[in-house]
């Protein structure tokens, strides 16, 4: 009796939580004009997909989404590295450092907005991809700081003390010995930025244009003056998670791989 | 040439305690030498600066006859075997033990030949190719020793590398490691906790507390004359006994009073060094091997013991009892495997008094004497 109670509470959980999605997948597979339905699965079309990319350009933006998302990532990783390695090894700025990285986190996106958006076009990078890419490492970095820091400071000193004395620098310790061995660390934090990056609302709508748009930025756009076209809503934001679901399939191998070491004991 | 020389080394931390304090050392070439202590005694952190991986705070270090205070581990050429032997997880065997070798800018075929002789030497041959999360401890411990012998460096630098062991197999790398620093006649520097290695390995030790060299000397010759109580307790098992006493004159003689019954004879030839004591409190330290059963040299001393508890290891019985009536002392004598006593009994016991040694019941130091003559 225990158990089914048990079991009751854990698959009502699930069912609050996956039916949004899935009421999402059902409506951008109805026609438009059955998507308030209340009949489960009506009728089936794929033209809120083929309308989304025909119409509205979702092909682009999802591009452009991608290229913001992977360029944030691999332009805040190798900073977010040093800087975590160096508070992780180096205990550099003391505690105070790795809190004011912290305190960034704190701050309301929306305080933020206004002095990027003028920095950026003192910078003439509103409208532009790349000045996208530079706010999103900007706010990446000390999320991702924080999480290669607690990787590193997994990293058994004594394996960088062997491959110093075995004739590596400092630096070439870090490079050949704790960069290979953090590379789950490394993977889950790039996925993390890029979730993150790929889900950001706010800035996009502010710094990007009409060319320059994001994926959060083109669905906001479907709420039209003559009413929210929910089906095509739905599409959008079903090809919105897929990347989502993939990169989350790969997180959680990463993480729970987390740090398996044979070098020490 | 890789003598080591250690020049009033310190390590102060941030928070101004001492580490390491005034550390004075010679290790000559080729010798293997022994630091002991307990934990948080500053020997792996005398090792480390040695290696170059921590900063002196105060010193001079010289190795190879260059001072090398300021110079980079990498360059220092001595490798070390940590504890935790610290492998690089990601890569195999063969480029854990060539990584040194590489960094170093050796052609690869020189590489093939130093590592596979390496190998060869340790019986790692079968295993290169694995990682080490494939290995078992033993090989793990094997191949963090190849992966500093490849270098050939002027010294080994050993961070309680047995630790990690079982008793079998530390025993037999014990050996390995002896027949090692035979072979390749390199100095060694072992850090250990364990006094069974530091008796049996080293040309000398060197035993810390407290971030100071207390004493140095051969393994045999610290054994037999200890610096201090610390020493005498730490290198043996059983620890030696202390028991808390007053030295007195009875007659010509000076007697070791423990209490109002008991009490032991200084032999003769200790009569002058140890006369200076007499009228007040002492601390007679006798090892538990001096402990006897039977009498079999009449000066031998009479002490009663009240048994406590017999632990029998097989080839001998460690016997646990209470000496003296008003405060009893807890002793541990090392008998007889045929030797078993019911708990609560009372038993004579006979005590060698000549390798008795006396110590200062407030500092704990050795009350100078001749040195005992050593065997071997």
């Known amino acids: 009796m225990r158990k089914f109670g048990l079991h009751f509470g854990l698959i009502l959980a699930c069912v609050v939580v996956l039916l949004p999605p899935l009421w999402a997948l059902r409506t951008s597979l109805v026609p438009e004009s059955m998507s308030y339905s209340t009949e489960i699965f009506p009728a089936f079309t794929l033209d809120n997909y083929t309308g989304l990319f025909a119409k509205n350009r979702f092909g682009t933006f999802y591009v452009n989404s991608l290229i913001v998302a992977l360029g944030s990532v691999i332009v805040a990783l190798p900073f977010a590295a040093c800087t975590g390695y160096a508070f992780a090894r180096f205990r550099t700025g003391g505690r105070f450092a790795r809190f004011a990285v912290l305190a960034t986190q704190m701050l309301p996106p929306v305080a933020l907005v206004l002095p990027a958006f003028a920095l950026l076009r003192g910078a003439g990078l509103t409208n532009s991809l790349p000045g996208l890419i530079l706010v999103y490492s900007a706010l990446n970095l000390p999320f991702l700081t924080w999480i290669l820091m607690g990787f590193f400071e997994g990293v058994p000193v004594d394996m960088e003390w062997a491959a110093m004395t075995d004739g590596a620098t400092a630096w070439g310790a870090f490079w050949r010995i704790v960069l290979p061995i953090s590379l789950p660390g490394l993977a889950a934090a790039g996925v993390l930025g890029f979730i993150l990056s790929w889900n950001e609302f706010l800035f996009a709508l502010v710094l990007s244009g009409p060319q320059t748009a994001t994926i959060p930025v083109s669905l906001a756009a479907l709420q039209t003056s003559n009413g929210v076209q929910i089906a095509k809503v739905s599409a959008g934001v079903v090809l919105a998670i897929l990347p989502l679901v993939i990169a989350s399939r790969f997180i959680q191998r990463f993480i729970i791989q987390g740090l398996t070491f044979g070098g020490v004991k | ?376």
């Open chain 2, 1 to 376: 040439m890789a003598s080591i020389e250690l020049d009033r080394v310190s390590k102060i931390y941030a928070n101004g305690a001492y580490g390491v304090r005034d550390v004075d050392l010679k290790i000559e070439d080729g010798e293997f030498v022994i630091f002991l202590g307990p934990s948080g005694c500053g020997k792996s952190t005398t090792l480390r600066m040695i290696a170059g991986l921590e900063s002196m705070s105060a010193g001079d270090l010289r190795i190879g006859g260059r001072s090398v205070n300021n110079v980079a581990p990498r360059d220092r050429n001595v490798a070390v075997v940590f504890q935790s032997y610290a492998l690089y997880p990601h890569m195999s065997v063969w480029h854990n033990m060539a990584f040194g070798l590489k960094m170093r800018g050796v052609a690869l075929s020189e590489i093939d030949s130093k590592v596979a002789k390496a190998a060869d030497l340790l019986g790692l041959n079968h295993l290169l190719q694995r990682k080490p999360g494939a290995l078992s401890g033993g090989q793990r411990q094997r191949v963090a020793l190849g992966r500093a012998i490849v270098r050939e460096p002027e010294a080994f630098l050993l961070d309680e590398p047995l630790s990690n062991l079982d008793a079998q197999l530390r025993a037999e790398m014990r050996l390995e490691l002896v027949k090692l620093h035979r072979r390749l006649g390199r100095t060694i520097v072992h850090v250990t906790h364990d006094q069974v290695e530091a008796m049996t390995m080293g040309d000398r030790i060197c035993i810390m507390r407290e971030g100071r060299m207390i004493q140095t000397g051969r393994p045999l010759d610290v054994y037999a004359n200890p610096a201090d109580t610390f020493v005498a307790r730490f290198l043996a098992t059983p620890p030696m006994n202390l028991i808390p006493a007053r030295l007195e004159h009875e007659g010509e003689k000076l007697v070791v009073r423990i209490d109002s019954e008991t009490s032991v004879t200084v032999p003769d030839k200790h009569y002058l060094p140890y006369v200076q004591k007499a009228g007040g409190p002492i601390t007679a330290g006798i090892r538990a091997e001096d402990i006897y059963e039977t009498r079999e040299r009449p000066d031998w001393q009479r002490i009663r013991v009240k048994v406590v508890a017999v632990e029998a290891l097989g080839a001998e019985n460690i016997l646990i009892g209470q000496l003296g009536r008003d405060k009893p002392i807890e002793i541990q004598a090392r008998l007889g495997r045929h030797v078993f006593a019911p708990v609560d009994s009372m038993i004579d016991l006979y005590v060698d008094v000549e390798p008795m040694h006396l110590f200062d019941s407030e500092t704990g130091k050795a009350v100078a004497r001749p040195p005992l003559p050593v065997g071997r």
